[in-house]
């Protein structure tokens, strides 16, 4: 299941029924109580295993509406299963749904042998079940089922009065369904939505049934039962919800967004999207806290949703930005349109940070044969150009964007097969005890040496890796890396710290990785340090929490890097388990020349100590600056000046030198 996997689970488990969702390769992902207890596995995760090789027989793929009882009703020991199969999403996921007849078969079967017709009438009353007499023109439910919808004992329903409880929607796939069983004398199931008796309750049914015939074949009238599935169905919705929905705004979401802009595309009509991403959303959160962020931007996506037509889907693709599909609409009406939406987040009444919020946009035409990746980068190339030009500006994607775009692709096509080639390089940033100049560790650094023209640096390709999932993979090759230098060179005093980027935080399988290669390799915890910037923790303060207090637990070393860089710097501190911070370079640079940043490092020194978190200073590039942080009391730093970033390759040479010169003089001291 995706990124709200628990959430998932939670809906799941309310079900008073069996139900379980398969992953896009048929495997069950979830079951919950109910059916865990029917399959006899354990609830929650299931792996390798689908629902047929649990349960022989049952349906691999989706269904239009519910299974028949006859071929989907699986006999397993001594119950009598209905298993139902319905897509879950665009994904390929599925929802299946086991419910237990085994009293109503069983009733069914005994009721089958019985030769009375009252018999039978009062065995299927009892089981809350209707019957219809298709040749008298008249509905006769069960006492149970017509006290279920506020009828009293005996009422007779004629097809009209029945029709007008039936939602206007469903009654013509019921009537078609009822008159194929008729004529081909198969059992029938549908659900639909039916009004009680006060016609303000809606609720929906499961129903299914069999044709009950004369001896000489002719149908005679119509025997089913009615199962209430309103909870179901709304377990069902809620899914399908968490699947397509942004839970705070309610808009749809990446997902939701992706899958439109393909259906629109696949007509082959013209259309644009536009790309928005709110200015300077950031300080908000900063100064007010994340509570506040919440309700504005509940707020502006109110706002943004009220200037658009039901047709021009809305939606959250995470954080502070938003995208909207608008079919039949050429870039000139798309740009006013973008324009209306920026006129309605700046009328907003805001207060306080939230002045100086406004909202940027990139505006992409799309026609017969492009792909919603291609519009989607067009869109983003014109966001960052309403940007660059100073935000809170609508700009249109031109054709001569089309070489940034181009570059874009190089850059990731040559890191893509320099992770497979080997043209990725790590160099080590030596962090020293300024009184003293021992090394007390290194910052492991990204480069790419693939020998090709032009050379990129980090600040040209780490962007574009972070804006991918590539990102994810090279995050985990550096730590792989690290890892194994350690493993080589056991020596305690080696110690690395390795950056994560903010999308790796948002993979929820990063912190059993790193666990998982430090138990196998037998790597002491406390060698390794995990560096997340600021401003990544605060993106994703909830993914950064459970990363920090993951890893920390298990001994390893979580540094907040850039500290100082947000407004709510202090704030940070009290929500994220960290054991040191490196205050941002901001602050060092004029350390020696200016009081101001003196008294802003002096204060973070004190919270730092008061917190028991060690503390580094960035860019130390001056004799001056080494004396300006001893006397405020900063111990460790890393710069220019005192060491440049070298190839890892030289610093674990390096290692092994020291290591053979100490194994030396110990066989020395023997002899």
Known sequence: MDGNGALHREVLDRADVGFGVTDADGVLAWVNPALAEILGVQEGHVVGRSLPALLPGAPDRPRSGLALLAPSAYRRGHRWLDVTCQPLGADGQLLYRVADVTAWRDRELEATHEADALRRAQVLGRMGT?????????????????????????????FDRYAELVHADDLPMIQATLEEAMR???????????????????????????????????????????HDITRARRVHDELLALAEQDPLTGLANRRAVTRELERQLATGGPGALLLLDLDNFKDVNDLRGHAVGDRL?????????????????????????????????VSADAARIAEGLRDAVASLPLVGPARGVTVSTGVAEYGPGDTWELVLANADLALYASKAAGRNRVTVYEPGHYADTAKRVSVLDR??????????????????????????????????????????????????????????????????????????????????????????????????????????????????????????????????????????????????????????????????????????????????????????????????????????????????????????????????????????????????????????????GQS
Not at 211 to 222: E, H, K, Y
Not at 315 to 326: H, I, K, P, Q
Not at 538 to 566: E, H, M, P
Request: include cysteine; glycine fraction near 12%.
């Open 415 to 668: 890191l893509r097969a320099a992770l497979d080639g080997g043209g990725l390089a790590l160099h080590a940033m030596p962090m020293l005890h300024l009184a003293t100049g021992r090394t007390l560790g290194h910052e492991l650094l990204l480069r790419l040496e693939d020998g090709q023209d032009p050379y990129l640096g980090p600040a040209e390709f780490l962007p574009e890796a972070e804006r991918s999932d590539l990102v994810l993979d090279i995050d985990r090759w550096v730590l792989s890396t690290a890892i194994d230098a350690l493993v080589r060179h056991p020596d305690p005093g080696l110690r690395f710290n390795v950056n994560v980027s903010g999308r790796t935080l948002e993979d929820e399988d990063f912190g059993g990785f790193v666990l998982d290669r430090l138990a196998t390799a037998g790597v002491a915890p406390g060698r390794l340090g995990l560096e997340i910037t600021e401003t990544a923790a605060v993106t994703n303060l909830d993914a950064a929490r459970a990363l920090a207090v993951q890893l920390r637990a298990f001994g390893c070393r979580i540094i907040l890097d850039d500290f100082g860089s947000g407004f709510g710097s202090f704030v940070h501190l009290k929500h994220l388990p960290i054991t040191g911070i490196k205050i941002d370079g901001e602050f060092v640079r004029g350390i020696d020349e200016r009081s101001t940043d003196a008294v802003l490092v002096a204060g973070i020194v004190e919270i730092a100590r008061g917190l028991g978190l060690d503390a580094v200073a960035e860019w130390v590039e001056r004799p001056a600056q080494v004396d300006a942080l001893l006397r405020l009391g900063v111990r460790v730093g890393q710069g220019f000046h005192l060491g440049r970033p070298i190839p890892l390759t030289q610093v674990l040479s390096a290692q092994v030198r020291t290591e053979q010169s100490h194994s030396g003089q110990v066989r020395s």
């Open 297 to 329: 931007m509940k707020a502006l996506a109110t706002a943004l949703r009220s200037r658009l037509e039901p047709a021009q889907l809305i939606g959250r693709l995470g954080g502070d930005e938003f995208a909207v599909v608008l079919p039949g609409t």
């Open 184 to 226: 081909s004398g198969a059992g029938f199931s549908y659900t639909h939505r039916m009004m009680l008796a006060d016609r303000c309750t809606e609720r929906w049914f499961e129903c299914f049934g069999e044709i009950v015939a004369d001896p000489d074949g002719t149908p005679l009238r119509v025997l089913g039962t009615a």
């Open 130 to 158: 209707w019957e219809w007499h298709v040749t008298e023109d008249r509905v006769v439910w069960s006492d149970t089922l017509l006290e279920m919808f506020g009828f009293p004992a005996g009422t007779n329903l004629d």
